[in-house]
């Protein structure tokens, strides 16, 4: 009999109990939120004839909740005002004027590749046609050709017509006898193709005049071999009527399998292709994802041009328009992410959709074994916190194999090692050890790492609550692969607002790190779905970090410079110069009730120290920062944390 097998099997069935309950609790937990909501509401106290209109007002406040409260309806008008301004200045105003356009028109360029675009024509609509081919026709660097393959049928012959009206030569045409579909009409185009780089664009789309100067820059400068821009998508046949603008974070592989964000304009050397497809015809529906999956593992350098130069038209039909309308798009997806994944050597993962969308996908991985996680608890005092936040480890965790080190430092109340000692009576998962000297938040971290016998180090704070039940689970299955440095969980404050879903380097004020999507409400899908996806991050708080001992120890632990503050971002940092990858996953959620035990640091000498901390953060990573955050666009503003679109300068 094979116990092994027999135990990840059994392990298996645990994650996927222990995950479904998660949910429920998750579901309790939000009805019991919304009806203190009601019950404690003062209209729902009033009298009877107020009361009567209860209905009423309770369907009101769901349409305000659905934003988030009153503070989430005010985030998300201001962000439309924003975003209203921001739309104008990325459409036809962004094209370059006559001198721009001579500039880059007579560019000379070191290397001048050949651009071989590929459209899959299908009984496309004229107006449609005509806008496609002018908008490469009108591009500021010249060295393309356009390869149309037409699986047009009789009725669209008006498609050739179109086609054939052209009097350019760099546009190459062929009829197909029968559609093949996209993905082979698309490999038919590939035979039209004789140039260095292929580019890929939708028969009903629009690109931007510049978007092959941008690229060919990129490929001057950077020597890519895959590149991919910003997109938006419009409707009415205007470009100038966005719907949703995407601006999307550099090469990230675990965004990339959760969430085909690369997707428009991909372009990327032809000798990518050898020993592989274009297109898979069995991946119909989600062909281009795969590509992208199997192409850029094979790239050498992946750049994306943080510029808005892809048009994606809106119109019944079309994908943008609505992904439900090809339901075969979510198992083709699916299983080219699958297919991606076992090439990387994972086996018995599991690929759901999540609340975002059908096709943005939370991966389940495997767990190898149950190894022994440390979780290190600084203390001070505050003993009340500290039995909450233990108390959520021992009773909510999924996860056994743990052990729970609280490293205490200078408490004085008689409450606080009371408590010490009934933890560890309790459980002899509980170890308290002293670390003695003025606080140093780096320091009582690595003293209490040292007394540590775990695999993994969990940095946690005492001011945090356990919700989800299988949270280390949740972060283990990333820290345990081996291009994985540090993991972070999603974090929220008392009133369900979002305290921490991942770090961003240059943001806020001091222009050293912030979180993104900071006081959020909670139900928030995020910008473009990030709320829903694990993903690559540049850095994620200490208050709850998971990482290999090993790596902990060779990069002999938190920088003890650091006292308080950015310790974990320069933590991060360290682990992004080995190649390593840090992960936010949203699937691991607790509350934070942050500072609670050491206070704020925006008064008096706590203040004087951030912004000594601040200072040295700036000076030590300072071209780092200059290069900007790889995961958060240039064209967010760094003034705040909701992904807000900065307005070009005129």
């Known amino acids: 009999m094979d116990f092994e097998k027999l135990y990840q099997e059994e392990l298996e069935r645990n994650n996927v109990l222990a995950e479904q309950l998660s949910e429920l609790m998750e579901e309790k937990e939000e009805v019991s939120a919304k009806l203190k909501r009601i019950t404690e509401n003062p209209i729902w106290k009033a009298s009877a004839p107020v009361r009567r209109m209860g209905h009423r007002v ?55 590749p050949l651009y071989s675009i590929l459209v899959p024509l299908f009984n496309t609509d004229e107006t449609m046609l ?17 390869c149309l393959a037409d699986g047009s049928d009789d009725k669209h012959s008006y498609v050739e017509q179109v086609v054939r009206s052209y009097d350019d030569a760099r546009i190459k045409y062929m009829r197909l006898e029968k559609n093949y579909g996209i993905s082979g009409n698309t490999n038919e185009c590939l035979k039209l193709a004789t140039g260095d780089y292929i580019g890929l664009f939708d028969h009903d789309d629009i690109l931007h005049p510049e978007a092959l100067f941008y690229y060919t820059k990129a490929i001057n400068e950077e020597g890519s ?13 205007n470009i100038n009527h966005m719907l949703t603008m995407h601006f999307k974070p550099d090469y990230a592989p675990d965004n990339l399998r959760a969430n085909n964000y690369i997707c428009h304009f991909s372009v990327f050397k032809r000798t990518l292709l050898d020993g592989t497809e274009l297109f898979r015809s069995k991946f119909d529906g989600s062909q281009d994802h795969d590509m992208i999956l199997r192409l850029t593992d094979k790239a050498e350098k992946v750049t994306h041009v943080p510029k808005l130069l892809y048009y994606w038209r809106c119109h019944p039909g079309s994908v943008a328009s609505n992904i439900s309308a090809k339901e075969y798009a979510i198992d083709a997806a699916k299983g080219a992410v699958a297919d991606s994944l076992r090439k990387h050597g994972f086996t018995d993962f599991k690929i759901t959709g999540t609340r975002a969308f059908e096709t943005i996908f939370k991966i389940r991985y495997k767990l190898n074994g149950t190894p022994l996680v440390s979780i290190i608890i600084p203390n001070k005092d505050h003993s009340s916190d500290l039995k909450r936040c233990v108390n959520s480890i021992i009773e909510r965790s999924t996860y056994k194999n743990y052990e729970i080190i609280i490293v205490e430092n200078n408490s004085t109340e008689k409450e606080t090692f009371d408590l010490y000692k009934d933890l560890m009576e309790e459980s002899e998962k509980v170890k308290v050890v002293k670390y003695e000297g003025p606080f140093n938040y780096s320091a009582v971290n690595n003293f209490g790492v040292k007394e540590a016998t775990g695999e993994y180090v969990l940095l946690l704070n005492n001011d945090t609550e356990v919700i989800t039940l299988n949270w280390i689970e949740e972060m283990l299955m990333y820290a345990q692969r081996p291009d994985v440095g540090a993991v972070g969980a999603k974090l929220y404050y008392k009133d369900r607002t979002i305290q921490h879903a991942g770090v961003v380097i240059g943001l806020g004020a001091h222009r050293t790190a912030g979180h993104t999507h900071y006081k959020m409400p909670k139900d928030n899908l995020g910008y473009m779905g990030r709320l829903c ?33 950015l310790n974990d971002v320069d933590f991060c940092l360290r682990l992004r110069e ?11 959620e607790l509350y934070h009730y942050e500072s609670i035990s050491r206070g704020l640091d925006d008064q008096g000498e706590k203040a004087e120290r951030y912004n000594n901390e601040s200072r040295h953060f700036r000076e030590k990573w300072k071209e780092v920062l200059e290069k900007g955050d790889p995961y958060y666009n240039v064209n967010f503003s760094l003034d705040r944390s909701d992904f807000s679109v900065k307005i070009p300068e005129n």
């Open 130 to 146: 005509r806008e496609m081919i002018d908008s490469v026709r009108w591009q500021t660097y010249k060295n393309w050709e356009l």
């Open 58 to 112: 309770i369907n009101a406040l769901r349409r305000v909740k659905a934003v988030g409260g009153l503070r989430g309806l005010k985030l998300k008008l201001g962000y439309k005002k924003r975003e209203k301004a921001a739309k104008e200045a990325y459409g036809t105003k962004s094209f370059p004027d006559s001198e721009r356009r001579a500039f880059e028109e007579n560019f000379e360029f070191d290397k001048k």
């Open 225 to 237: 071999d895959y590149i991919y821009c910003d997109e938006t998508t419009f409707k009415s046949g």
């Open 533 to 565: 996806y694990a993903q690559n991050v540049t850095a994620v708080t200490g208050a709850c970090l998971l990482v290999k001992r090993s790596l902990y120890d060779e990069l002999n632990g938190l920088d003890t410079d650091f006292q308080i503050s």
């Open 578 to 588: 080995k190649g390593l990858l840090n992960v936010f996953t949203p699937f691991a």
